[in-house]
């Protein structure tokens, strides 16, 4: 069955540092997801991407992220000068269509570590 | 705000019991409600939907009810195994993107 790959699974960064947590979708779909989760807590939306742009984004997705579909396959989280609050799971998803009736796929994250 | 909770944090049972959780919404009015298992250390893994049109839906072990005039949707898995011992989280669409809100989901272990 077809997966969504995350890349690397574990990033150790120093703060004040920029990241990019990579993410391969699967292949037919078209809308794509940045979540995370800190250690003990809920699953949190940060942006959904599609057509190649933000469609949503929530608070917590400040001018310190951004998101970027390079190529065909590929879809990146940056995030640029991290804090020791950014240390979370992130968990990237996609779907074929957003209706509530399609599930989401996600992968199995990047655990990010801030210094 | 829209709210979801998931009253229980852990659920304890023994093998072969029925474990039911619960999830609870409020200021909320979903079309559909989802249910997730997350194991540790990995992402979360779609397991069932329902439609506010439907009182229930069943998968093999798993059955999950939705009350929209409660705000509830309850999730059993029957005859229990410690392999179903994980995290279960509910999950609510915002918006027309597709963005799910999860609850904190409750942590099932289910003892031999």
């Known amino acids: 069955e077809p997966e969504v790959t995350q890349t690397p699974s574990h990033q150790v960064t120093q703060m004040g540092q920029e990241v990019i947590l990579r993410c391969v979708p699967i292949?037919?779909?078209?809308?794509f997801y940045w979540y995370r989760q800190i250690l003990g807590q809920k699953v949190e939306f940060l942006v959904s991407?599609?057509?190649?742009?933000?469609?949503?984004k929530s608070e917590i997705f400040d001018d310190q992220f951004s998101v970027e579909r390079p190529d065909g396959s590929n879809f990146t989280l940056k995030i640029r000068s991290t804090k020791l609050e950014d240390s979370a799971m992130y968990f990237c998803?996609?779907?074929?269509?957003?209706?509530?009736?399609?599930?989401?796929?996600f992968g199995n994250g990047t655990r990010l570590t801030v210094t | 705000s829209q709210k979801i909770e998931q009253n229980s944090e852990a659920l304890n049972i023994q093998e072969g019991k029925t474990a039911t959780l619960t999830c609870n919404y409020t200021?909320?009015?979903?079309?559909?409600l989802q249910w997730y298992r997350q194991d540790p250390g990995r992402g979360p893994v779609f397991l069932l939907l329902?439609?506010?049109?439907?009182k229930e839906k069943r998968k093999e072990r798993l059955k999950v009810t939705f009350d929209t005039t409660l705000k509830q949707s309850l999730f059993h898995i029957t005859a229990s195994q410690p392999a179903d011992s994980a995290t279960y989280l509910c999950?609510?669409?915002?918006?027309?993107?597709?963005?799910?809100?999860f609850g904190k989901g409750t942590k099932l272990s289910v003892k031999p």
């Open positions: 999950a609510l669409i915002k918006g027309s993107q597709g963005n799910l809100i």
């Open positions: 200021n909320y009015s979903p079309a559909y």
């Open positions: 991407f599609y057509n190649n742009e933000i469609s949503e």
């Open positions: 329902i439609r506010e049109n439907e």
């Open positions: 292949s037919n779909h078209l809308y």
């Open positions: 998803a996609s779907t074929y269509s957003p209706g509530g009736d399609s599930p989401l796929h």
